[in-house]
């Protein structure tokens, strides 16, 4: 440990930062900033980047042409399955300890007479308000799945451990029953960020490096993936001499513009915001044959639109589980898969989540020597969702939730050396079983123009709608919907 301690010294030499938060929601909303900027470092320093092959998520968009000579390599480590589960429990630990003696939740004020009555009385829905089931409980899977990750093990290795520390939590580590939407939430929505940030932290490390570089790699590195960073530091890599890095296979998109929402689609009722996305393309989209693990090609889209009073944060997040490449017409190309998905969508007006296994069929078309169209389309099974209801505070919540399906539509066309035309729609339904009973269902829609400035660099104008429709058994139905115009700017890194 001294040794440690001693390589600590040396490796960091900074001032500590001191952040103070006023509430959870300006927290995430850093968090989502501070992943942004740090998406951008990466990509920077890590890797000769072009655009990739267009490919859906939620409502992200984006499209590139890619150079399919980098191999994507992880750090590799020796397996150790027993580390991780040692850690999980530590975990668990440390954070239960934290609401005990310093917070003082009464939730944690656990006895062997509470761990008998959550085996006893079984699981329920529970009352935690939206940022906490839908964004931390997976934020805390993500944790749980990337000790297994970052000791060695592969993505289908390390997903008990994710399954294994939520358990624990529900059954002992709280005195209320264990939650339904919880044990889907926390491990299964895990998973899915935790292989993304367990890849893209990877993206970050290059032990060939030293000194100022290295630290700021090596620190950007674990803020992404904090067990990957703390099995760094016990192992001693943070510090050790090794080659240089590969060039991975990826592509990085970063829009800067404004973004101004019609409240009810009225023109005097609006509110402008400042936007910023990044996209993150991992792998090929078509060099299926390629595709050897879960998760070798993914698509990540984050976004904050940030004003006085007000924001709007998402992460759009699929991953190929499985994929293959698909006979349809001649000269294109096709490809159907199997996907996990994640949608998360937060802002004063309205909230959206989804967990989601998704089958899809992508397909390009070259239509001339100049312009191209691709073609998607989506079936997904929704294994937890939510929804907010302004019903839902007489049953002790702030949204609704439970099982569903989506569907999504979509079409790009490109035209070479002069941009693109494309629109995505995607359709929710979400099935309440905790909140006020009723049927949800969501749209998203986005129409779209990219005018090409220079080789990487796209001026952009968007026009999204939103709309929600309840049907409710025991109240009044409601039904609204929101606009926006976005116009911005957007660099491939």
């Given at each position: ?83 991780p589960a040692v850690e ?249 898969g199997i996907y996990k ?43 937890m969702g939510g929804t ?106």
């Amino acid at each position: 440990m001294k040794k440690i301690l001693q390589n600590i010294i040396k490796l960091i030499r900074i001032k500590s930062l001191n952040l103070s938060f006023s509430n959870s929601k300006r927290l995430f909303r850093n968090s989502l900033v501070l992943m942004i900027i740090t998406v951008l470092f990466s990509t920077n320093l890590m890797a000769q980047t072009n655009y990739s092959e267009y490919l859906p998520s939620g409502l992200s968009d984006y499209s590139t042409k890619r150079d399919t000579t980098n191999s994507v390599t992880l750090n590799q480590v020796e397996k150790n399955y027993w580390l991780p589960a040692v850690e999980v429990v530590g975990l668990n630990f440390g954070v239960w300890a934290t609401h005990r003696y310093l917070t003082k939740e009464s939730w944690s004020a656990i006895s062997w007479e509470s761990i008998k009555n959550n085996f006893k009385n079984g699981f329920e829905w529970d009352a935690d308000g939206y940022l906490i089931n839908q964004f931390w409980h997976p934020y805390h899977g993500s944790n749980y799945y990337n000790t297994a990750r970052s000791n060695g093990l592969s993505f289908w290795e390390s997903a008990p451990y994710a399954f294994g520390g939520s358990l624990m939590w529900e059954y002992f580590m709280e005195n209320e029953s264990p939650s339904y939407n919880d044990i889907v939430n926390t491990p299964v929505t895990g998973i899915i960020l935790g292989e993304i940030s367990f890849r893209v932290s990877d993206l970050i490390i290059d032990e060939s490096t030293s000194g100022f570089e290295r630290v700021i790699r090596e620190f950007s590195s674990t803020l992404i993936d904090p067990m990957k960073g703390f099995n760094r530091l016990i192992r001693g890599d943070m510090w050790k001499s090794g080659v240089k890095s590969e060039k991975h296979n990826f592509g990085a998109i970063i829009s800067l513009g404004a973004h101004n929402v019609f409240f009810s689609n009225k023109m005097n009722d609006s509110k402008s915001y400042v936007t910023l996305r990044a996209d993150l393309n991992y792998g090929d989209q078509f060099a299926v044959n390629e595709h050897d693990n879960p998760f070798d090609f993914f698509t990540l889209h984050t976004e904050v639109n940030f004003t006085k009073g007000d924001n709007i944060v998402g992460i759009f997040a699929s991953g190929a589980v499985w994929d293959g490449k698909l006979e349809l017409f001649e000269k294109s190309k096709n490809i159907i898969g199997i996907y996990k998905e994640v949608d998360i969508h937060i802002n004063t007006i309205y909230k959206l989540s989804a967990t989601s296994i998704t089958g899809q069929i992508i397909n390009t078309i070259p239509l001339s020597s100049s312009v191209s169209l691709q073609n998607h389309a989506g079936l997904s099974a929704i294994l937890m969702g939510g929804t907010n209801s302004q019903y839902a505070i007489e049953y002790g919540k702030d949204y609704n939730i439970g099982p569903g399906a989506s569907a999504k539509l979509g079409f790009n066309f490109n035209f070479k050396d002069l941009g693109e035309f494309y629109s995505n729609y995607k359709r929710y339904w979400i099935h309440t079983l905790s909140g006020a009973d009723s049927e949800q269902f969501v749209g998203l829609l986005n129409i779209g123009l990219n005018y090409q400035l220079a080789d990487k660099t796209f001026l952009g104008l968007d026009y999204l709608l939103y709309e929600r429709y309840g049907e409710y058994k025991n109240y009044p139905d409601t039904q609204d919907a929101n606009s926006a115009l976005r116009f911005y700017v957007k660099q491939a890194i």
